[in-house]
T-cell receptor, first 113, second 115 residues
Framework: GESVGLHLPTLSVQEGDNSIINCAYS??????FIWYKQESGKGPQFIID?????DKRQGQRVTVLLNKTVKHLSLQIAATQPGDSAVYFC????????????FGKGTKLSVKP | GAGVSQSPSNKVTEKGKDVELRCDPI?????LYWYRQSLGQGLEFLIY????????KSGLPSDRFSAERTGGSVSTLTIQRTQQEDSAVYLC?????????????FGPGTRLTVL
């Protein structure tokens, strides 16, 4: 069956350290992945995406890595800042239909000053 | 405004009452999605609309839930005979052909509390 899950439900890091948030998936038909950030009381915001024909993509302070062999996705945040504190969700889109979307449960990132 | 808006931001209702939640997508976005987010949980897909096509209702948890999208823009999610387990944040998102329909823009959500 299809599922998207997260290895760590919570993550606490020191300000300035790098953060790594992980996501595992089971549907090999997935072709597109997105990371969203959700701050308290707000809707999710797009961070970065990656297609299945790539294994790495970089943004500003963020890097997404995709390992299709083990069906694993990760979000790396460099020099984590207090403003990065939020819940991070991975989203998998597969099958071409817009209804075929699965969100992971989310990882709460807490940044200690 | 340029973003997705939702109203009301908070709704408290009594068990058994009906509620209507509203979503105004970004102008020109043909795809609209409703999600539910229970406390400490991920986003649960409910329904999505794409242009004039029949909506994908596969995520609606029961026949007490329904949604409409009038004129291809504003959408209303209706929950009839609300139950306490319906308490959650209901999020709306929209997307466009320009993003390949993959990047979704979310509204701030409506927090529903059923007493």
């Amino acid at each position: 069956g299809e599922s998207v899950g997260l290895h760590l439900p919570t993550l606490s890091v020191q300000e300035g350290d790098n953060s790594i948030i992980n996501c595992a998936y089971s549907n090999s038909a997935s072709d597109y992945f997105i990371w969203y950030k959700q701050e308290s009381g707000k809707g999710p915001q797009f961070i970065i995406d990656i297609r299945s024909n790539m294994d790495k993509r970089q943004g500003q302070r963020v890097t997404v890595l995709l390992n299709k062999t083990v069906k694993h996705l990760s979000l790396q945040i460099a020099a984590t800042q207090p403003g990065d504190s939020a819940v991070y969700f991975c989203l998998m889109n597969y099958g071409g239909s817009q209804g075929n979307l699965i969100f992971g449960k989310g990882t709460k990132l807490s940044v200690k000053p | 405004g340029a973003g997705v808006s939702q109203s009301p931001s908070n709704k408290v209702t009594e068990k058994g009452k009906d509620v209507e939640l509203r979503c105004d997508p970004i102008s020109g976005h043909t795809a609209l999605y409703w999600y539910r987010q229970s406390l400490g949980q991920g986003l649960e897909f409910l329904i999505y609309f794409q242009g004039n096509s029949a909506p994908d209702k596969s995520g609606l948890p029961s026949d007490r839930f329904s949604a409409e999208r009038t004129g291809g823009s504003v959408s209303t999610l209706t929950i009839q005979r609300t139950q306490q387990e319906d308490s959650a944040v209901y999020l709306c998102a929209s997307s466009s052909r320009a993003s390949g329909y993959n990047e979704q823009f979310f509204g701030p959500g409506t927090r529903l509390t059923v007493l």
